[in-house]
């Protein structure tokens, strides 16, 4: 039987590759930090359940493909404290994020097409944009810039008459950068050089530390027809599970044909679309905090993280995760290693190989995403095994590269 080239061409998420290796591992009494995943352990708000509580329906119904009206108002509502304005048929509920970047690239790309990307970007855009049948560009952004934006040539240099959009996420997974305004002027300068759209992809757009002002596309007046906005409850709610995010742009030929896509699945979730529309009610305070909480678990994770030997690390200005380069040959090997090989103290950890993050071949080979949205206690610990780990796989290499000089 034959598969299709769309399905063959497509890799396993990095973020997860490795868990049939972690279950090995816990199945032999070892406890395994799971930093290579953005779950986080903060709780989700009392009125999530308290919505759900209040579905008094007895029949759950297919709701309105476009998602329902409570629902839509709370997020105009809640977007316009961000000074982000839409009307009701200018956003369209999805299933998360995931969803919403899917329709906005089927919407926008034909077979062939390209989407021009900073790389290392979050692993998923690879398969949506194959799903459309195009392919990611990338743009390489450096550690030693802390991931900011290159130059305008060099962006404009990767764009061809098959370039439909710029896909970027702010604040960025897998570095924690957030751009500038001036950075985000550049790319809208290049939209309209060249006809192009902007899928901004804001699911962690409230958890920007320092003061680090934030910008959203959707503050740049003069390309808001051609902005995408990706938005969701998952990260900033904790409520991964329930799937819940939204596509909306201001124009409205673009949201009257991703509809059509909104129809093709019938619906999303009524009743999670209930308990999502009752987080209007969160008080604002459960948002400021998760990020203080977040801020915290940065600058334990940036402090520990750079001073281990050998270790380069940025530190991220939003989200929850940071990337590092690690004094190993190939992070992918190095976190096998630590699954099947290693212990300290009958504890190991996981973390996400970088390499997956990027599109071109060879980069991000000895570098490593680490999500700090978990406990500090296991942040502290994790941080430990780290360098325990790093000191041994380094010896043994040397050992094996002694060997092998002498045979
Ligand atoms: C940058 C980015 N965009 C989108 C998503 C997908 O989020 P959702 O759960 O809303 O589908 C994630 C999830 O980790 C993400 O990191």
């Given at each position: 039987m034959q598969f299709s080239n769309r399905i063959s061409n497509m890799d396993f998420s990095p973020i997860r590759k490795l868990s049939k290796f972690a279950k090995e591992t816990e199945k032999r009494g070892i406890k395994v930090y799971h930093l290579n995943i953005g779950q986080p352990d903060v709780k989700t708000p009392d009125t999530f359940f308290e919505g759900v509580t209040n579905y008094n329906e007895n029949i759950v119904k297919y709701c309105d493909s476009q998602g329902i009206d409570s629902l839509i108002e709370s997020f105009i509502q809640s977007l316009s404290d961000s000074n982000i304005y839409f009307d009701k048929d200018e956003l369209m509920i999805t299933h998360g994020g995931s969803e919403a970047i899917q329709f906005a690239l089927m919407a926008i790309c034909d077979p062939g097409d390209e989407v021009i990307s900073p790389e290392p970007f979050y692993s998923n855009y690879s398969s949506f944009a194959k799903i459309a049948g195009a392919e990611i560009v990338p743009v390489e952004t450096k550690i030693e810039n802390e991931f900011h934006l290159p130059g305008e040539d060099l962006i404009e240099s990767k764009i061809t008459n098959r370039t439909k959009c710029i896909l970027i996420s702010n604040p960025c997974n897998p570095t924690g950068t957030v751009y500038s305004y001036e950075e985000l002027e550049m790319l809208a300068r290049i939209a309209k050089k060249y006809d192009l759209f902007i899928i901004s992809d804001e699911v962690y757009r409230q958890f920007i530390f320092d003061n680090i002002s934030y910008t959203s596309c959707m503050h740049l007046s003069d390309i808001l027809d051609r902005v995408i906005l990706v938005d969701s409850?998952?990260?900033?709610?904790?409520?991964?599970?329930?799937?819940?995010?939204?596509?909306?742009?201001?124009?409205?030929?673009?949201?009257?044909?991703?509809?059509?896509?909104?129809?093709?699945?019938?619906?999303?979730?009524?009743?999670?679309?209930?308990?999502?529309?009752?987080?209007?009610?969160?008080?604002?305070?459960?948002?400021?905090?998760?990020?203080?909480?977040?801020?915290?678990?940065?600058?334990?994770?940036?402090?520990?993280?750079?001073?281990?030997?050998?270790?380069?690390?940025?530190?991220?200005?939003?989200?929850?995760?940071?990337?590092?380069?690690?004094?190993?040959?190939?992070?992918?090997?190095?976190?096998?290693?630590?699954?099947?090989?290693?212990?300290?103290?009958?504890?190991?950890?996981?973390?996400?190989?970088?390499?997956?993050?990027?599109?071109?071949?060879?980069?991000?080979?000895?570098?490593?995403?680490?999500?700090?949205?978990t406990s500090i206690e296991d942040i502290k610990n994790s941080m430990i095994i780290l360098e325990n780990a790093l000191e041994k796989y380094n010896k043994i290499s040397k050992v094996k590269i002694l060997d092998l000089a002498e045979q």
């Open positions: 409850i998952s990260k900033h709610y904790s409520a991964c599970g329930a799937r819940i995010g939204l596509v909306a742009s201001k124009n409205k030929e673009l949201m009257h044909n991703i509809l059509k896509l909104c129809q093709a699945r019938l619906c999303v979730s009524t009743i999670e679309q209930f308990a999502a529309s009752n987080l209007i009610n969160t008080m604002n305070s459960y948002i400021t905090d998760v990020k203080m909480q977040y801020k915290k678990r940065r600058d334990i994770m940036y402090t520990a993280m750079s001073n281990i030997p050998g270790v380069v690390c940025s530190k991220p200005e939003g989200a929850f995760y940071m990337l590092a380069k690690l004094p190993v040959d190939d992070s992918d090997k190095f976190a096998r290693w630590l699954l099947e090989d290693f212990s300290y103290n009958n504890h190991t950890l996981m973390f996400a190989p970088a390499s997956g993050f990027y599109a071109t071949r060879g980069l991000g080979k000895n570098e490593a995403r680490f999500s700090y949205c």
